[in-house]
């Protein structure tokens, strides 16, 4: 498969459309581990945690923390040259989407993921969560729990190795394991490790939607993005881009105490009708202060904004009925919950 017979189809109209397409094939071509993060790769389940932590270290000491690099700057560009002006095209005419997840990274992540989805649910919200299969085990007491709750669960890679996407090779050995996953899981989405990414390459998991790419983000392995704040359909399955900063991005590398990058951030994707997709990590709001940093941000969503909210595994459904790419089964996530 080439990236020509592969078409991407967004659920908006337009110039706009061209411009977002354009976007994505630059990501598509330029998705590639460098160098350096392949060595690291290689050899890092070698390396003592310390020295893993001092190298995360040194490349955050050195990175640019100001917001703007987060900002989708060729899309606003775009938009204010064009004079583009986009009505909402979320339901109810909603001023933006808001979908939320999380990448259980760890056993120890596990625990802290009821404090999570207590806060959510109180604040009436919802998330998918993603669980890497062939790390650590997963109890399928929880996966019920949460469904009946109301949540969704997904896969999150192999086995976090960072290696997934080293070769087409390795990718095509580890699929039927993570099919195998998906089917056992009762889920339909999934994400890559590291958000590492080929969107040829995913078309062989048997999934409704993938979220493993964001529509701008300098901080990661594969940097760039797609450039989109919508989602949209790309060959089989739909891409949910995430489109605000990491926790781990936000509270770690950048050094921020506060959910203000998120609010600003947020502000660009309400002006411009987008969808805000967040990812965080149970394993990194393992603090008062930083779950708090969250929660605040949940509160400032509830009191100050009214999003069309739902699941991952709903917009991608929505995506599919607006663009005409509906497919017949987005029902496991449902009938797991019902299995008693
Ligand atoms: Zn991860």
Same mark, same amino acid.
């Given at each position: 498969?080439n990236?020509?017979?592969?078409q991407?189809s967004?659920?908006?109209k ?10 994505l094939?630059?990501d ?12 690291f790769?290689?050899i890092?389940?070698?390396? *003592?945690?310390?020295v ?16 703007d ?7 606003i560009?775009f ?10 095209i979320?339901p109810n005419s ?7 997840s999380?990448?259980v990274?760890t ?8 404090? =999570?989805?207590?806060?959510?649910e109180?604040?009436?919200f919802?998330?998918c ?5 062939y790390?650590y ?9 949460l469904k009946?709750?109301?949540h969704?669960?997904?896969v999150h ?23 195998r ?9 999934f994400?890559?490790p ?7 390459w995913? #078309?062989?998991l048997? =999934? ?13 392995a ?16 739909v ?6 900063p990491q926790?781990h ?9 506060t959910?203000d ?5 947020l502000?660009t ?12 990590? *149970?394993?990194?709001l393992?603090?008062p &202060? ?17 999003p069309?909210h ?10 599919r009925?607006?663009t ?6 987005? #029902? &496991?996530?449902?009938d ?5």
């Amino acid at each position: 498969m080439n990236s020509q017979s592969l078409q991407a189809s967004y659920p908006l109209k337009g110039e706009l459309v061209n411009h977002l397409e354009q976007s994505l094939h630059e990501d598509i071509e330029s998705a590639r581990l460098s160098p350096t993060f392949r060595a690291f790769y290689q050899i890092r389940g070698l390396l *003592p945690i310390f020295v893993r932590q001092l190298l995360q270290r040194m490349r955050n000491q050195s990175a640019d923390t100001s917001l703007d690099q987060f900002m989708p700057q060729r899309l606003i560009e775009f938009m204010d040259k064009e004079d583009v002006t986009l009505n909402s095209i979320w339901p109810n005419s909603a001023e933006f989407s808001l979908v939320l997840s999380h990448d259980v990274e760890t056993k120890e992540g596990l625990k802290i993921i009821e404090p =999570i989805a207590q806060l959510e649910e109180e604040l009436g919200f919802r998330s998918c969560w993603y669980f890497i299969p062939y790390k650590y085990k997963t109890d399928p007491g929880l996966v019920r729990d949460l469904k009946r709750r109301g949540h969704e669960v997904g896969v999150h890679g192999y086995n976090h190795d960072g290696k997934l996407f080293l070769s087409e090779k390795i990718f095509n050995s580890r699929v039927p394991g993570i099919n195998r996953a998906i089917d056992e899981l009762g889920a339909t989405g999934f994400r890559a490790p590291m958000v590492h990414r080929n969107m040829h390459w995913l #078309q062989q998991l048997n =999934i409704d939607y993938d979220a493993s790419c964001f529509d701008s983000d300098p901080f990661q392995a594969m940097p760039g993005g797609v450039g989109s704040l919508w989602p949209f359909v790309f060959g089989k399955f739909v891409e949910l881009p995430y489109t605000l900063p990491q926790d781990h991005t936000l509270l770690v590398t950048l050094r921020q105490t506060t959910d203000d990058y998120w609010r600003q951030k947020l502000a660009t994707i309400r002006r411009l009708h987008g969808m805000a997709l967040m990812v965080t990590h *149970p394993d990194y709001l393992d603090t008062p &202060s930083r779950l708090k940093v969250y929660g605040d941000f949940l509160r400032y969503l509830r009191d100050e904004t009214s999003p069309w909210h739902v699941l991952p595994h709903e917009m991608a459904t929505w995506c599919r009925s607006l663009t005409g790419h509906e497919q017949s089964n987005d #029902q &496991s996530n449902s009938d797991y919950a019902k299995e008693e």
